[in-house]
Protein backbone atom coordinates (compact mmCIF):
# COMPACT_ATOMS: atom_id res chain seq x y z
CA UNK A 1 0.00 0.00 0.00
CA UNK A 2 1.53 3.37 -0.80
CA UNK A 3 1.33 5.87 0.89
CA UNK A 4 1.70 9.97 0.49
CA UNK A 5 5.10 11.48 0.92
CA UNK A 6 4.36 13.58 4.02
CA UNK A 7 2.04 10.50 5.83
CA UNK A 8 5.54 8.28 5.41
CA UNK A 9 8.15 11.18 6.59
CA UNK A 10 5.37 12.19 9.82
CA UNK A 11 5.54 7.94 10.79
CA UNK A 12 8.90 7.68 10.11
CA UNK A 13 9.92 11.24 12.25
CA UNK A 14 6.82 9.94 15.04
CA UNK A 15 8.73 6.72 15.18
CA UNK A 16 12.01 7.92 15.73
CA UNK A 17 10.54 10.26 17.98
CA UNK A 18 9.12 7.51 20.35
CA UNK A 19 12.54 5.22 19.76
CA UNK A 20 15.00 8.34 20.84
CA UNK A 21 13.62 7.32 24.47
CA UNK A 22 14.98 3.95 24.20
CA UNK A 23 18.48 3.29 25.66
CA UNK A 24 20.77 4.65 24.32
CA UNK A 25 18.42 8.06 24.90
CA UNK A 26 19.41 10.01 21.51
CA UNK A 27 17.43 13.27 21.86
CA UNK A 28 19.38 15.21 25.22
CA UNK A 29 19.92 17.87 23.99
CA UNK A 30 19.37 21.27 21.80
CA UNK A 31 21.95 20.25 19.47
CA UNK A 32 20.35 17.02 19.31
CA UNK A 33 16.53 18.30 18.70
CA UNK A 34 17.61 20.92 15.93
CA UNK A 35 19.19 17.56 14.02
CA UNK A 36 15.88 15.78 14.60
CA UNK A 37 14.30 18.96 12.88
CA UNK A 38 16.35 18.91 10.33
CA UNK A 39 16.48 15.07 9.54
CA UNK A 40 12.92 15.00 9.49
CA UNK A 41 12.61 18.29 7.01
CA UNK A 42 10.05 19.93 9.95
CA UNK A 43 9.71 23.51 8.32
CA UNK A 44 8.43 26.26 10.13
CA UNK A 45 8.71 27.56 14.34
CA UNK A 46 11.87 25.72 15.51
CA UNK A 47 12.93 27.88 18.89
CA UNK A 48 15.86 25.56 19.70
CA UNK A 49 15.45 25.99 23.33
CA UNK A 50 15.59 23.79 26.39
CA UNK A 51 11.78 24.49 26.63
CA UNK A 52 11.29 23.07 23.54
CA UNK A 53 13.35 19.94 23.58
CA UNK A 54 11.44 18.91 27.04
CA UNK A 55 7.90 19.94 25.55
CA UNK A 56 9.57 17.46 22.50
CA UNK A 57 10.36 14.39 24.37
CA UNK A 58 7.13 14.75 26.79
CA UNK A 59 5.29 13.57 23.46
CA UNK A 60 7.21 10.09 23.53
CA UNK A 61 4.92 8.32 25.45
CA UNK A 62 1.30 9.94 24.09
CA UNK A 63 2.52 9.29 20.70
CA UNK A 64 4.06 5.80 21.25
CA UNK A 65 0.84 4.83 22.53
CA UNK A 66 -1.01 6.04 19.74
CA UNK A 67 1.35 4.02 17.57
CA UNK A 68 1.07 0.95 19.04
CA UNK A 69 -2.73 0.93 19.35
CA UNK A 70 -5.36 -1.00 17.80
CA UNK A 71 -7.32 0.36 15.30
CA UNK A 72 -10.68 2.00 17.58
CA UNK A 73 -8.53 2.97 20.57
CA UNK A 74 -5.98 4.84 17.72
CA UNK A 75 -8.85 6.80 15.81
CA UNK A 76 -10.14 7.49 19.51
CA UNK A 77 -6.95 9.34 20.54
CA UNK A 78 -6.27 11.02 17.63
CA UNK A 79 -9.91 12.41 17.99
CA UNK A 80 -8.57 13.41 21.41
CA UNK A 81 -5.26 14.74 20.24
CA UNK A 82 -6.90 16.88 17.17
CA UNK A 83 -9.67 18.08 19.67
CA UNK A 84 -6.87 19.69 22.31
CA UNK A 85 -5.00 22.00 19.41
CA UNK A 86 -6.12 24.28 16.76
CA UNK A 87 -5.88 22.95 13.63
CA UNK A 88 -6.01 24.33 10.52
CA UNK A 89 -5.71 22.18 7.63
CA UNK A 90 -4.25 23.92 4.32
CA UNK A 91 -2.22 22.42 0.89
CA UNK A 92 1.40 23.33 0.66
CA UNK A 93 4.22 23.01 -1.90
CA UNK A 94 7.74 23.66 -0.25
CA UNK A 95 11.32 22.11 -0.63
CA UNK A 96 10.55 20.34 -3.69
CA UNK A 97 8.13 18.14 -2.67
CA UNK A 98 4.47 18.15 -4.03
CA UNK A 99 1.26 19.41 -2.51
CA UNK A 100 0.84 18.14 0.76
CA UNK A 101 -1.21 18.56 3.79
CA UNK A 102 0.10 21.38 6.91
CA UNK A 103 -2.15 21.21 9.51
CA UNK A 104 -1.43 23.88 11.55
CA UNK A 105 0.59 27.11 11.76
CA UNK A 106 3.88 27.54 10.78
CA UNK A 107 4.62 29.67 13.68
CA UNK A 108 2.50 26.95 15.82
CA UNK A 109 5.27 25.34 18.44
CA UNK A 110 6.96 22.41 16.80
CA UNK A 111 4.99 19.86 19.62
CA UNK A 112 1.90 20.81 18.50
CA UNK A 113 3.00 20.45 14.73
CA UNK A 114 4.49 17.18 15.72
CA UNK A 115 1.30 15.95 17.17
CA UNK A 116 -0.58 17.23 14.43
CA UNK A 117 0.92 15.39 12.18
CA UNK A 118 1.41 12.30 13.52
CA UNK A 119 -2.10 12.33 14.01
CA UNK A 120 -2.94 13.25 10.43
CA UNK A 121 -0.22 10.29 9.29
CA UNK A 122 -2.57 8.38 11.53
CA UNK A 123 -5.51 9.20 10.31
CA UNK A 124 -3.84 7.83 6.63
CA UNK A 125 -3.62 4.20 8.47
CA UNK A 126 -6.27 4.18 10.49
CA UNK A 127 -8.78 4.27 7.21
CA UNK A 128 -6.82 2.00 5.11
CA UNK A 129 -6.52 -0.34 8.11
CA UNK A 130 -3.18 -0.42 7.94
CA UNK A 131 -2.02 0.15 11.56
CA UNK A 132 0.00 -3.88 11.29
CA UNK A 133 2.79 -2.04 10.18
CA UNK A 134 3.79 -0.47 13.54
CA UNK A 135 5.06 -3.04 16.00
CA UNK A 136 7.52 -3.23 18.33
CA UNK A 137 10.97 -4.99 18.02
CA UNK A 138 11.34 -8.23 17.86
CA UNK A 139 14.64 -8.31 19.69
CA UNK A 140 13.76 -9.08 23.15
CA UNK A 141 16.13 -6.81 24.87
CA UNK A 142 14.61 -3.50 22.49
CA UNK A 143 11.61 -1.83 23.19
CA UNK A 144 11.99 0.50 20.44
CA UNK A 145 9.23 0.95 17.15
CA UNK A 146 9.13 -0.60 14.37
CA UNK A 147 7.61 1.15 11.01
CA UNK A 148 7.62 -1.55 8.16
CA UNK A 149 6.93 -0.12 4.87
CA UNK A 150 8.18 -2.69 3.32
CA UNK A 151 6.23 -4.53 0.62
CA UNK A 152 6.04 -7.69 1.87
CA UNK A 153 5.85 -6.38 5.57
CA UNK A 154 9.26 -8.00 6.67
CA UNK A 155 10.82 -5.55 8.96
CA UNK A 156 11.03 -7.31 12.58
CA UNK A 157 13.65 -5.12 13.85
CA UNK A 158 13.91 -1.03 15.03
CA UNK A 159 17.33 -0.76 13.36
CA UNK A 160 20.17 -2.84 11.72
CA UNK A 161 21.91 -3.42 15.82
CA UNK A 162 19.22 -4.54 16.62
CA UNK A 163 18.96 -6.75 13.12
CA UNK A 164 22.82 -7.93 13.37
CA UNK A 165 22.12 -8.60 16.94
CA UNK A 166 19.94 -11.24 16.27
CA UNK A 167 21.44 -12.08 12.90
CA UNK A 168 24.75 -12.66 15.18
CA UNK A 169 22.70 -14.64 17.82
CA UNK A 170 21.15 -16.66 15.13
CA UNK A 171 24.14 -17.39 13.48
CA UNK A 172 26.08 -18.52 16.82
CA UNK A 173 23.06 -20.74 17.43
CA UNK A 174 23.51 -22.57 13.70
CA UNK A 175 27.03 -23.14 14.62
CA UNK A 176 26.70 -24.52 17.69
CA UNK A 177 23.95 -27.07 17.05
Known amino acids: MPFAHDTVAELRAAVALVNSGEPPETLETTADLDAFFREHEYTGRHDGTAEELDQVRALRPRLGALLLADRDDAAGLVNDLLAGVPVHPRLVRHSGEDWH ?53 SRRYCSTACTNRNAQAALRARRSA
Do not use: K, Y
Open 101 to 153: VHATADDAPLATRIVVETAMAMIDLIRDDELSRLAVCADADCQGLVLDLSRNR
